[in-house]
């Protein structure tokens, strides 16, 4: 990037922020910032193949979801392991996103491919800047991309519907975060969820 304007001792005010398109939701955005509760019934409630959540549970179980629907309309698809206990069905046109670093440095935690072709032993992925070739138990490192947390969603801008789960249980600066992704209060949609937990324990017989 470069340097366009250089500023001394005086201030600067600003009169337009031209991230937002609706007032509605940048009032929203400065109430959440603030600590202040939200009306989510202004809102839509779709759920979208695209989403943020609060925890990497909810995370989970939207990709199986939305991983499963669409690996049926492919005639190719294989399952492999994915980032921690996921798995992914892979097929082409997948979105994945990297969760870990790769030791060759080929890709970089929290960027984001499609998936081009693959066979028994290499996937080739590709991103706007870029096309690489991994080995399949690489995709360890990698989640698909329908969810991601609060956290993995910083920095990023969606143009298009997405849902947001969890928003009862996220922090006001979170809620902020997967509230201001978007510029369009309609690309946003609060949405429910209830997940089984598994829990870990043992099972007595007396």
Not at 3 to 12: A, D, I, R, S, W
Request: charged share 25%; hydrophobic share 30%; net charge neutral.
């Amino acid at each position: 990037r470069q340097v366009k304007y250089l500023f001394n001792n005086t201030g600067c005010h600003l009169t337009q922020i031209y991230r937002f398109d609706d007032d509605t939701l940048l009032k929203d955005a400065y109430s959440c910032s603030d600590g202040l509760t939200i009306d989510f019934g202004k809102y839509n409630n779709t759920e979208c193949d695209l989403s943020i959540c609060w925890t990497n549970l909810c995370v989970d179980t939207i990709n199986t979801k939305w991983n499963e629907y669409y690996a049926k309309k492919h005639e190719k698809a294989m399952v492999v392991k994915g980032f921690g206990d996921t798995s992914i069905i892979l097929y082409e046109g997948l979105q994945l996103m990297a969760y870990r670093t790769g030791l060759s440095k080929k890709y970089y935690n929290s960027e984001d491919y499609e998936v081009v072709s693959f066979d028994d032993v290499h996937v080739m992925l590709k991103s706007e800047t870029t096309t690489i070739t991994i080995e399949l138990k690489s995709l360890s490192h990698f989640k698909p991309m329908f969810a991601m947390t609060v956290h993995k969603s910083q920095g990023s801008t969606i143009n298009r519907e997405y849902s947001i789960y969890e928003y009862d249980k996220m922090k006001a600066d979170m809620l902020y975060v997967a509230l201001t992704r978007t510029s369009k209060k309609e690309y946003v949609n609060f949405c429910n969820i209830s997940i089984n937990r598994p829990r870990d324990g043992f099972i007595y017989r007396y």
